[in-house]
T-cell receptor, first 111, second 115 residues
Framework: RKEVEQDPGPFNVPEGATVAFNCTYS??????FFWYRQDCRKEPKLLMS???SGNEDGRFTAQLNRASQYISLLIRDSKLSDSATYLC????????????FGTGTRLKVLA | GAGVSQSPSNKVTEKGKDVELRCDPI?????LYWYRQSLGQGLEFLIY????????KSGLPSDRFSAERTGGSVSTLTIQRTQQEDSAVYLC?????????????FGPGTRLLVL
């Protein structure tokens, strides 16, 4: 089993739609979780951290389910500019700052 | 302020040659990471430096790969006797750990093509 798994997509959604991505991780001791966004031929950039109680940033909501070892990202009212690859990132070993990136989920928002 | 910079932005080399890739992290950032991303693939962890601790080299794919970080700042990733499968984008990131913020800031990457 991969350490961090994501559905590669692509998810093709119309503008204004709500879309959700999941990411599963294998190490139950993982403590830090993030979503990064990567545009085509660009470097990844932090979208948001994922907190145990769940957190929201505008149209984006992130949630963590430790029991099932997955995190999710919900995007409401999708914009064309949301088209990108979304990378799930997990701290592999508790107490260190080594992170494992998922292969990403590609989102295309269609006009 | 200045972000993470990497040089060169593109590198074309012949199989068997050595290459050096450079990363200038954000000033004051204690952690520095190297990743590799092949076309259409995810980021593959290579190596991680944190302060004065011994680097975590667990992601280096072979002994042809090595990295140094001098003075806790600039880092160089060296690939010896390059192979075609080394062709990828090499990304460097830095972060300021121990402050509650673990955000990694990435450089634009070096695109390496081995012919």
């Amino acid at each position: 089993r991969k350490e961090v798994e994501q559905d590669p997509g692509p998810f093709n959604v119309p503008e204004g739609a709500t879309v959700a991505f999941n990411c599963t991780y294998s190490n139950s001791a993982s403590q830090s979780f993030f979503w990064y966004r990567q545009d085509c031929r660009k470097e990844p950039k932090l979208l948001m951290s994922v907190y145990s109680s769940g957190n929201e940033d505008g149209r984006f909501t992130a949630q963590l389910n430790r029991a099932s070892q997955y995190i999710s990202l919900l995007i409401r009212d999708s914009k064309l500019s949301d088209s990108a690859t979304y990378l799930c990132v997990v701290n592999q070993v508790a107490g260190t700052y080594k992170y494992i990136f998922g292969t990403g989920t590609r989102l295309k928002v269609l006009a | 302020g200045a972000g993470v910079s990497q040089s060169p932005s593109n590198k074309v080399t012949e199989k068997g040659k050595d290459v050096e890739l450079r990363c200038d992290p954000i000033s004051g950032h204690t952690a520095l990471y190297w990743y590799r991303q092949s076309l259409g693939q995810g980021l593959e962890f290579l190596i991680y430096f944190q302060g004065n601790s011994a680097p975590d080299k667990s992601g280096l794919p072979s002994d042809r790969f090595s990295a140094e970080r001098t003075g806790g700042s600039v880092s160089t990733l060296t690939i010896q006797r390059t192979q075609q499968e080394d062709s990828a984008v090499y990304l460097c990131a830095s972060s300021l750990v121990g402050t509650g913020s673990e955000t990694q800031y990435f450089g634009p990457g070096t695109r390496l093509l081995v012919l």
